[in-house]
């Protein structure tokens, strides 16, 4: 499976991963108790409940997220995600709730040319692989405690400094901030996702090796979730295209 960056109604084109295929522009007709502003121009999205039953509505400044978690079986549940350019805010962050009780799991893998990223599970303990900016030199970092004993953990791996060209790296691992730990190199951001770039979930690709058997929860990069669901398994109230 497939997915791509392109335009939604859910969210401004430089803020969304979405599903090919997904041609034209799309135009809503929404009843007035489900907006607000001078000319019903803030759409109530969550009070539309567009997200599968399982899924929870997340309302953005712009539109909404379906949030859920998915579960990983083997090499064929690898999810594949590409980013088209359309995205502008920098990318300085992952986030991810994780459940499995492997020892050695990819959870997270992208790369182009030099440039790579790889967040995942080795020896039981949760891991950073990044290299990215020029010059930059790479970073690792892993957590002091283990994550591969079947319990939910929350992930957070984010640039201590996201505003420079190179910074050191940060996590927080199930939100125990005093815990966090940092990298002692400096890497830069993830920029390099943005554009015609491969992003494979819960392993380093089909038939690669290091699957994951397990859950996650929604996957964010840079505060923009990766979808679980496509625009067929949302429910947009009387949506029709146009070229």
């Known amino acids: ?86 995205i502008q805010r920098s990318l300085a962050s992952i986030s991810v709730s994780l459940r499995t009780r492997k020892g050695h799991v990819t959870i997270l893998h992208a790369e182009r040319g030099p440039e790579f990223v790889t967040v995942s599970v080795q020896h039981g303990f949760l891991f950073l692989e990044l290299q990215s900016g020029e010059g930059s030199s790479t970073v690792s970092l892993s957590s002091r405690m283990g994550v591969s004993d079947g319990d939910w953990h929350s992930i957070h791996l984010f640039m201590v400094t996201p505003w420079a060209e190179a910074s050191r790296w940060a996590l927080v691992l199930d939100e125990e901030v005093d815990e966090a730990g940092s990298s002692s190199s400096k890497g830069g951001n993830l920029d390099f996702l943005r554009e015609g770039v491969d992003i494979q979930l819960g392993g380093l690709g089909p038939n690669a090796g290091w699957s994951l058997e397990g859950c996650l929860g929604t996957v964010e990069v840079g505060g923009i979730a990766l979808p ?16």
Do not use: I, M
């Open 228 to 243: 679980y669901y496509s625009p067929l398994e949302v429910n947009l109230p009387c949506l029709t295209t146009a070229p």
């Open 1 to 86: 499976t497939v997915f791509v960056l392109s335009p939604s109604p859910e969210e401004p084109l430089s803020e969304r991963w979405d599903v090919l295929p997904h041609v034209g522009r799309l135009h809503l007709y929404l009843p007035p108790h489900n907006t607000a502003g001078r000319r019903c121009e803030k759409v109530k999205w969550c009070e539309l409940a567009p997200c599968p039953a399982k899924a929870e509505c997340r309302t953005l400044n712009q539109g909404y997220q379906c949030f859920s978690s998915t579960t990983f079986l083997d090499d064929s549940s690898v999810l594949s995600y590409r980013g088209n350019g359309h």
